[in-house]
């Protein structure tokens, strides 16, 4: 039986809506989201939905409520369902799990948990690192998990991984199925996870640019590819000669956060290459709210998905499109 049945006594429709409307327009001034005029004036409710407050905008004659453009909009399920899922989300389930404890459909809740995070990954894009720095690389096995558009099983192009030898040695790539992820650890707390196609100079070079101001400390370990960073001030630590911590110099926090990333993509059974860089990004945004609860982290996420703009920009997915969204974030940032 779904919990939302346990516990659905527990929600009111008019407290949710209340809650709801409390977010939508905190830090936002009252305005028509079709021409942004600020001349609106209350205009009635709605007998099927208790609470809803409805606007009329004197700019382009039309009406709006407080769910109008927002990803809740349109939605055919009622606020609890869109609450709790938001929480049950922040607790690292997957979607399939939240569609059970839900009792929606899984394709629903696939839907709404990409939106969700979409809009959590909205507050990471601009975030720089400050402080002495610690960088690490890893490389994560993602293929093509998923179905065929047209239906039935996808051919996977190549031999399916057997139980003992899962990867070739070496460093991973995109087209080996195994892209990197490349971690950047500020030692006062904050972080930055880039997923790309591989870990050359190049790549590093533009992730470091985009994680930090030049000019601050960096810690890595002795991979060629960090130490032609230009424009830090660069040490690093040999692991080969079996070197892990030279005084404050290591590498400790970026390898422990791997650790940590590990488990929580562990929960999804084998990702795919499409949604590696959203998981990734979801979880350095759990990562960065880490001083607050699950009810605090949701909030965060409603009030971003309740901004047109930022739901306009989930539903396409614009904040994590591809592996080279280097480009992509440059021109945002610019
Ligand atoms: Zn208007």
């Known amino acids: 039986m779904p919990l939302l049945s346990y516990v659905h006594q527990l929600f009111s ?8 409307h409390t977010l939508r327009w905190k830090d936002r001034p009252l305005q028509c989201p079709r021409c942004q005029s600020r001349d609106v004036d209350p205009w009635g409710t709605y007998h099927y939905r208790p609470g809803c407050q409805r606007y009329r905008c004197h700019g382009c004659k039309r009406t ?13 399920r009622s606020l609890p ?7 049950l989300l922040c607790l690292s389930c997957s979607s399939r799990r939240i569609a059970r404890e839900l009792g929606v459909h899984g394709r629903t809740s696939y839907r709404w948990c990409w939106w969700l995070r979409n809009a959590a990954v909205s507050s990471e894009m601009h975030r720089q690192l400050e402080g002495t720095v610690e960088a690490d690389d890893l490389y994560h096995t993602a293929g093509h998990k998923g179905q065929a558009t047209h239906g039935g099983k996808k051919s996977l192009g190549r031999r399916a ?3 003992r030898k899962k990867r070739e040695p070496g460093r991973g790539h995109y087209d080996k199925d195994r892209p990197a992820i490349i971690a950047w650890v500020s030692r006062q707390g ?5 997923t790309t196609k591989d870990c050359t100079v190049k790549t590093v070079q533009k992730a470091a640019d985009l994680a930090m101001q030049a000019g601050n400390r960096l810690y890595t370990d002795s991979a060629s590819s960090y130490r032609a960073v230009q424009g830090y001030l660069h040490e690093y630590v040999n692991h080969t000669q079996k070197e892990y911590a030279r005084g404050d110099v290591h590498e400790n926090r970026a390898e ?4 940590l990333l590990k488990p929580s993509l562990r929960v999804f059974r084998g990702m795919s290459k499409t949604t590696l860089p959203g998981s990734v990004g979801f979880f350095q945004f759990l990562r960065n709210f880490r001083q607050h609860n699950a009810c605090e982290q949701a909030e965060f996420i409603l009030w971003a998905a309740l901004d047109p703009t930022i739901a306009n920009r989930a539903k396409k997915g614009d904040f994590v499109k591809c592996f080279d969204h280097f480009d992509l974030l440059q021109m945002a940032i610019n």
């Open 161 to 163: 991984r057997g139980r």
């Open 81 to 87: 369902y869109w609450i709790l899922a938001t929480f």
């Open 13 to 20: 429709a008019e407290q949710c809506q209340a809650y709801i």
């Open 64 to 76: 709006f409520n407080d769910l109008t453009d927002t990803l809740l909009h349109r939605s055919k």
């Open 190 to 194: 904050a972080v930055v996870l880039h």
């Open 256 to 259: 422990c956060l791997f650790s």
